[in-house]
């Protein structure tokens, strides 16, 4: 009786994860929800009063500077509506600095005396010393700043979120450089929404 051979299956790889067609259905959706937006208002801010105006008015401005929304204080009228939080932490930095140097002088002096029967020597010294000192005092304010922002449609669906983070630079103040951070965030997503694979 002949051994009966048996058929083997070679193993088949893994199929890698393939989102399904309502995740697709959805990211397309939200990218063409975010293209139709063209009139948007910044709402107010929560967190630190001051601070959250601040980075208001300078989100209003930067948004402004791209040319592609419209403005408006009416957010019944807008498209879509930014909302968020702002907050600001300000910290004293104190450094202390003691420079010294020390220095001194001395002089002397000898004296002498002979004679046939002998002599004698004498001599004497002084010296003057001191140690001067001057303590130097700085100090500097630093700054940690963060924002989150949204970008909510009046049925309440967010079309775009981040957060920034920001310490101020030698030109901005943190106010102004999180809400310039911020746009660029929203146009990068806006320009790559308006590329051919994203139709």
């Known amino acids: 009786m002949e051994p009966t051979a048996r058929a083997q299956t070679a193993p088949t790889a893994a199929a890698a994860p393939v989102a399904s067609s309502a995740e697709q259905f959805q990211a397309g959706s939200d990218l063409k929800q975010l293209l ?10 929560n967190g630190d009063e001051r601070f959250a105006a601040q980075v208001q008015d300078m989100l209003i401005s930067s ?3 791209t040319k592609h929304f419209t403005l408006t204080d009416n957010c019944d009228r807008a498209d879509a509506t930014f909302k968020g939080t702002a907050a600001e932490n300000r910290e004293r930095l104190s ?3 003691d ?26 010294s002084a010296g003057v010393a001191g140690l001067a000192s001057e303590t130097l005092a ?9 924002v989150a922002l949204r970008l909510v449609t009046k049925d309440g669906d967010v079309l775009w979120a981040t957060t920034e983070e920001s310490t ?9 450089d999180l809400a310039d951070r911020a746009v660029r965030s929203l146009m990068r997503e806006i320009e790559k929404a308006s590329a051919p694979a994203a139709q």
């Open 138 to 146: 700085s100090s500097s304010d630093k700054s940690n700043a963060a």
């Open 63 to 65: 948004l402004f500077t």
């Open 99 to 124: 420079e010294g140097i020390g220095f001194g002088k001395s002089a002397g002096a000898v004296s002498g005396s002979w004679n046939r029967s002998g002599g004698s020597v004498s001599g004497g």
């Open 168 to 176: 101020g630079n030698r030109i901005k103040g943190p106010a102004a």
């Open 95 to 97: 450094r202390l600095e």
């Open 36 to 45: 139709a937006v063209k009139r948007v208002c910044v709402a107010k801010l």
